[in-house]
């Protein structure tokens, strides 16, 4: 396991193989955000450090493609055992500097592990196909190649299992990588790479070049021309930026974006169970996931007794540093995180909706939030148009869902819904009916490494996890030959 104590005040890009500072020798602070105190820094790259690891990346991706597919599959196999080995020392690490609570960090790394499983099978399944032209003609033949170098850009809130949910499939595929984590958990990012590497990754199929700088950086690396394909996750805002540079060199596009998850709970639900569900949905993460239920639409019936039990099951959540016993919530990831989850509570209540629990920042050091729910609100109230990526959960009664579903499609996103019902029947013709690209119909935890994650609309393109996910990282061949 890397030594991160030792390494964290140090820890460099890795290029090629090798430990590197920036080239302009910048470095960026790393913040507990359960404290605001800095934990260590790290090197800070830029266009030139990204240029040099699109080079290392090109230069290792020719040997990589080669290598047998079973090899590939049994590295990352190795991966993943190592990772369920060493679980504690990681989710010590995604605590440090992300703040979740440590059984949530410790469910993280079991997905993170999954998905190096589930592409280590996916490796040795990469099929083609054979067969003959409605004319008689020719033969069509089709093989899958690895797409090429790939730039992965991850996320804060999930820093290891966003990281092994590209890096997985790409390695699978034969496609070597540059990975850019996020600034504000780049140790985690550092750790995942180091133990792919004692698994049998060579040099140059992964380099990481961390930075909170990376527009031009990312910029010019796109513009390489080694570079092929893009893989992203974040915030509709940045995505829309990247696929506008992308385009330029028409670059192969994955893009997992921003949500705006409805929670829509009919009368005929499991009262207990859907408040469970809502609890997880809304509050995993800290409400900091782009699968948050971000608005439940709630049957009139139930609406008052749903909302003043979410309101006691939130407000005695403990909340607090990630490392203490029993602390289901911990800090926003940083000071702009909790303001913003702020001003949209404030915004809210000035415009008629009823605190019913929390609503405002925790009187204490670090980014934290009070778990808040929201009542009174109107379909048409501005928070439900907004991601609000915080713990703050607003409930809207409604009486006939038909009449409310278009103010639920209504919005940009479309990425995941929840439906709580006692009628399957219901349950399905609803989900059929929603403008999403996934659905919990009675089950609050979609993201699973076998099946396909992404939305619809402007949550994003293409899919992680399943078969898709490895197709991400493929380009079919097509021969057309005859004998
Ligand atoms: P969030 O608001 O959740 O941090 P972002 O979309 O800003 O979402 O960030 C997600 C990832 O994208 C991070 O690794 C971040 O550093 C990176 N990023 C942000 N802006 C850019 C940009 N202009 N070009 C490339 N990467 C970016």
């Not at 090798?18 to 910048?26: E, K, P, S």
């Not at 309101?311 to 909340?319: D, E, G, N, Y």
Request: aromatic share 6%.
């Amino acid at each position: 396991m890397l030594d991160v104590d030792s390494n964290r005040q140090t820890m460099r890009l890795r290029i090629g193989g090798a430990w590197t500072a920036a080239a302009d020798g910048a470095e960026t602070e790393v913040v507990d955000p359960a404290t605001g105190e800095p934990i260590g820094t790290v090197a800070n790259a830029d266009v030139a450090d990204g240029l040099q690891a699109v080079a290392a990346a090109a230069e290792a991706q020719p040997g990589w493609a080669a290598t047998a597919p079973r090899e590939r599959g049994e590295v990352l196999r190795r991966a993943y055992e190592l990772l369920v080995t060493e679980r504690d020392a990681f989710a010590d690490l995604i605590v440090r500097e992300n703040g979740k609570p440590l059984a949530e960090a410790r469910g993280e790394l079991g997905q993170a592990a999954e998905f190096l499983r589930w592409f280590s099978e996916e490796a040795v399944r990469i099929d083609g196909q054979l067969s003959v032209s409605p004319g008689g003609d020719k033969r069509i033949l089709v093989s899958h190649k690895p797409v090429g170098v790939s730039l992965c850009i991850t996320p804060w809130n999930f820093p290891a299992a966003m990281i092994t949910r590209k890096l997985a499939p790409a390695l699978a595929a034969g496609c070597t990588t540059i990975l850019k984590p996020a600034p504000e958990t780049p140790f985690t990012a550092f750790a995942i790479v180091e133990l792919l590497e004692r698994a049998g990754i060579p040099d140059g199929v992964i380099n990481v070049v961390p930075s909170d700088r990376p527009a031009a950086m990312v910029t010019e690396m796109l513009a390489h021309p080694a570079v092929r394909k893009l893989s992203f996750t974040g915030s509709t805002e940045t995505g829309r930026a990247l696929l506008a540079a992308s385009a330029q060199h028409v670059i192969n596009p994955s893009m997992e974006l921003g949500g705006n998850a409805p929670f829509i709970l009919f009368e005929d639900a499991a009262l207990d169970a859907a408040v469970d569900a809502a609890v997880i949905t809304k509050m995993r993460n800290n409400g900091q996931s782009c699968t948050a239920a971000n608005r439940f639409y709630v049957a009139e019936q139930v609406a008052e007794e749903f909302t003043a039990r979410l309101a006691q099951a939130v407000s005695t959540m403990p909340l607090g540093s990630g490392f203490e016993d029993g602390v289901q919530l911990g800090p926003l990831i940083t000071t702009a995180a909790r303001d913003k989850v702020g001003s949209l509570t404030q915004a809210a209540v000035d415009t008629g909706a009823a605190v019913r629990t929390g609503g405002s920042a925790a009187d204490r050091p670090g980014y934290f939030f009070l778990p808040t729910v929201l009542g009174g609100l109107a379909v048409d109230d501005d928070i439900l148009g907004q991601e609000i990526f915080g713990p703050v959960a607003p409930v809207v009664p409604f009486g006939d869902f038909d009449e409310v579903l278009p103010a639920i499609n209504g919005v940009e996103h479309g990425l995941v819904a929840y439906v709580y019902t006692g009628d399957l029947a219901r349950g399905l013709r609803v989900s059929e009916s929603l403008e999403t690209g996934m659905v919990g119909l009675n089950q609050a935890l979609v993201a699973e490494p076998a099946a396909p994650f992404g939305g619809v609309k402007q949550s994003g393109l293409g899919r992680e996890g399943g078969h898709h996910g490895i197709q991400e990282f493929l380009e079919p061949l097509y021969i057309a030959t005859n004998w």
